[in-house]
C-alpha cells in the first residue's frame, strides 16, 4: 500500500518540500496473550511521516491505536516490525520523540513551571536558563500569569496545556499525542485544537496524533490514517487538502464537512463491528 | 466597593471553631462533674486538672520528664522513618521480598507488640534504649506498608512520562516514585509515629522508668486524679508537637501537599 501520498498546493507544506521521512514504522505486529488466547492488537501496520507533516490515526476502541502509540514511543516491546527515526531503528524510548498521553500527566507536586522545566532539569542545564525556556513554552501554551500554579488550582485544559508544554520543552523532533483531548468538553476540544495548530505553525512540529475523534483528526491533520477493527490495521490514508493556517472556523465549511463524512463511512463499519464485538464478548445475542 | 468577608468564611474561622468545640466540651464535663452526672473519683473536674499543672509543673518536673518522652519520641521516630521508609522501598523494589514477607508485616502491624517489653528488657536493660526501641518497633509497620501502599500506587501514565524523558533508574525513583508517594508515605509516617508515642508512654508507665508514662503511673498510684490528667495534657501536647514536624515535613518536601 502506498501510505506517502502528500497533499498539494497548501501553503504550510513543509511535508511536500522534503521527501525523506522522519519517522517510520514498518510492517508492525503486536500480539498479546489473553486469557482467551493469542489476541493481534496491530497487524502489519506501517506509515511514514514526513518533516513538518501532521499525520493522524484514526480508528475505533480497541483497534491498537494506543498499542501503536506506546510502540512508537518506545514504551512497549516485543513486537514484529521496525520504527525507525531519521533512519536510525529505535529501540525503546527516543530523544527525539516527545509523547504527550491521554491520562492527565502533570506532576501535582510540581508548579506549573516546575512541571514544564522538567526535562530541562533531567538534561543538566542550569536553573537560569531552564526557567527562562520553561517560560517560552508555558506563553506558547498561552498559560503566562500562572508559572507558580500547582495542577491542582487548573481545569482539565490547561493542564493539558501544561503537560503539552513540558513535552514541547525537551524540543523533540517528533510530538507524539494520544487522544490528549479526549477526557475534554467539546468545546475547550476546539480551542485546544486551536493552539496545536497555532502551536504547530510556529514551531513547524512534525507530529502523530492518535484519535478516535473524526473532527479533531480533519481540523489538525495533513494525512489520516484509518485503521480498522481488531486486528489493527491500515485501512485507509486521506489527504486532508484544506487549507492552513487553520483553524477551528474550518469545522463549519463545505470541505470539512466532506472530509468527515469520508473518513466517517470508513470507520462506521470497523466502529459498528467493535460494538458487536463488545456485546457479544459481554454475553449479548449477535444482531 | 467590596463587601466585607463573613467570619465564617475567614482563614481563622475553622482555628477558632475547633479550639471553640474544644472549650465546649471542657465546660460540659466541668458541668457534669459538678452536677454529679459524671464521678469526679474517675473523671476530675476540668477546673481541678488545670489547677493541678502548675503543681504537676513545679513538684514533679514534668519538663524534665516531658523532655526526655519527646526525644524518646523523636529519636524513636527518625529511626522508624528511615528504616520504615527504606523498608517499604525494598518490598516495592524486590517483588520476591514483597511475596514473601508482606503478610507478615501487616499482621506484625496488627499485633499487640507491647506485650514484648520483657524480652526487651532483657536485651536492652531497663533504661532508654528499651523505650526507644519498643517505639520503633511498633511504628514500622505501617511506615513500611504505607511507603509500599505509595509506591507501588504511583499512577502507570506518571512512570510512562519519566520513561519518555529517558530517566534513569535513579530519576525515576526520586524524581517520580518518591514524591507521587509522599502523601501516602506520610500517612503511614503519622500512623507509626502514634503507635511509637503509644508504645513509649506504655513502656514508661509499665517499667516505671522514665518521662511523663513513668509520671502518670506514680500520679496514678498516688489516687492524684487532676494530677494524672494533667500529666496526660503533657503527652497529648507531645503528640501534637509530632504531628506539626511531619505536617512541616510534608509542606517543605511537597510544597502542593
Redesign the interface.
Same mark, same amino acid.
Given at each position: 500500500m502506498s501510505v506517502i501520498a502528500m497533499p498539494s498546493g497548501r501553503d504550510a507544506a513543509p511535508a511536500a518540500r522534503s521527501v525523506e521521512p522522519i519517522l517510520t514504522v514498518d510492517s508492525i505486529v503486536k500480539q498479546f496473550e489473553t486469557p482467551d488466547g493469542v489476541v493481534a492488537a496491530v497487524d502489519n501496520v506501517s506509515l511514514a511521516v514526513k518533516p513538518g507533516e501532521f499525520f493522524s490515526v484514526i480508528g475505533p476502541s480497541g483497534c491498537g491505536k494506543s498499542t501503536l502509540f506506546n510502540i512508537i514511543?518506545?514504551?512497549l516491546d516485543g513486537y514484529d516490525g521496525a520504527v525507525r527515526v531519521g533512519g536510525e531503528l529505535v529501540h @525503546?524510548?527516543?530523544?527525539s #520523540? @516527545?509523547?504527550i498521553?491521554q491520562?492527565?500527566?502533570t506532576?501535582?507536586?510540581?508548579?506549573v513551571i516546575d512541571n514544564v522545566a522538567?526535562?530541562l532539569e #533531567?538534561a543538566g542545564l542550569p536553573k537560569t536558563e531552564r526557567y527562562d525556556r520553561a517560560r517560552h513554552f508555558v506563553s506558547l501554551v498561552g498559560l503566562d500569569g500562572f508559572e507558580r500554579r500547582?495542577?491542582?488550582e487548573l481545569s482539565g485544559g490547561m493542564r493539558q496545556r501544561v503537560s503539552m508544554a513540558r513535552?514541547l520543552a525537551?524540543q523533540p523532533k517528533i510530538l507524539l499525542m494520544d487522544e490528549p483531548f479526549a477526557a475534554l468538553d467539546e468545546q475547550t476540544r476546539l480551542l485546544l485544537g486551536d493552539k496545536v495548530l497555532q502551536i504547530q505553525q510556529e514551531l513547524k512540529q512534525t507530529t502523530l496524533l492518535i484519535t478516535h475523534n473524526i473532527t479533531e483528526a480533519v481540523q489538525l491533520s495533513d494525512r489520516i490514517m484509518v485503521m480498522t477493527y481488531r486486528p489493527g490495521k491500515v485501512k485507509r490514508i486521506v489527504d486532508i487538502d484544506l487549507p492552513r493556517p487553520r483553524s477551528s472556523e474550518i469545522v463549519s465549511s463545505e470541505a470539512f464537512g466532506r472530509y468527515v463524512a469520508q473518513i466517517w463511512s470508513d470507520l462506521r463499519e470497523e466502529a459498528t463491528r467493535g460494538m458487536h464485538d463488545d456485546e457479544t464478548r459481554r454475553g449479548g445475542a449477535p444482531r | 466597593m467590596s463587601r466585607p468577608v463573613p467570619f465564617s468564611k475567614s482563614r481563622y474561622f475553622p482555628a477558632v471553631l475547633g479550639f471553640g468545640s474544644l472549650a465546649a466540651f471542657v465546660l460540659a464535663v466541668e458541668l457534669l462533674v459538678q452536677v454529679d452526672v459524671i464521678n469526679r473519683f474517675l473523671i476530675p473536674p476540668p477546673s481541678e486538672v488545670i489547677a493541678a499543672i502548675p503543681r504537676v509543673i513545679m513538684q514533679e518536673h514534668v519538663l524534665s520528664r516531658f523532655m526526655l518522652t519527646a526525644g524518646e519520641a523523636l529519636v524513636a521516630s527518625v529511626l522508624v522513618t528511615i528504616f520504615g521508609v527504606a523498608g517499604g522501598v525494598l518490598l516495592y523494589q524486590f517483588r520476591l521480598l514483597r511475596l514473601a514477607t508482606e503478610t507478615w508485616v501487616a499482621a506484625i502491624a496488627a499485633a499487640p507488640l507491647v506485650l514484648m517489653y520483657p524480652l526487651y528488657l532483657v536485651i536492652f536493660g531497663r533504661n532508654a534504649t528499651t523505650i526507644v526501641m519498643m517505639g520503633f518497633t511498633a511504628g514500622l509497620a505501617p511506615i513500611i506498608l504505607k511507603t509500599l501502599e505509595g509506591l507501588a500506587g504511583t499512577?502507570r501514565?506518571?512512570i510512562?512520562?519519566g520513561?519518555?524523558?529517558?530517566?534513569t533508574r535513579s530519576?525515576q525513583f526520586w524524581?517520580?516514585l518518591f514524591?507521587?508517594a509522599?502523601p501516602t508515605i506520610f500517612v503511614g509516617m503519622r500512623l507509626g509515629l502514634i503507635f511509637a508515642l503509644i508504645n513509649i508512654v506504655g513502656v514508661e508507665y509499665l517499667i516505671n522508668f522514665g518521662g511523663l508514662g513513668q509520671l502518670i503511673n506514680e500520679l496514678a498510684e498516688r489516687f492524684d486524679l487532676p494530677g494524672t490528667y494533667a500529666a496526660i495534657c503533657f503527652v497529648i501536647l507531645v503528640s501534637i508537637i509530632v504531628f506539626m514536624l511531619t505536617e512541616r515535613l510534608e509542606r517543605w518536601l511537597?510544597?502542593?501537599?
Open positions: 514511543g518506545g514504551l @525503546g524510548p527516543h530523544a #520523540i @516527545g509523547m498521553f491520562e492527565e500527566s506532576f501535582p507536586w510540581r508548579s522538567f526535562p #533531567i500547582f495542577p491542582a513535552t525537551a | 499512577r501514565v506518571l510512562n512520562v520513561r519518555s524523558f529517558n530517566l530519576q524524581k517520580i514524591p507521587a509522599l511537597r510544597p502542593a501537599s
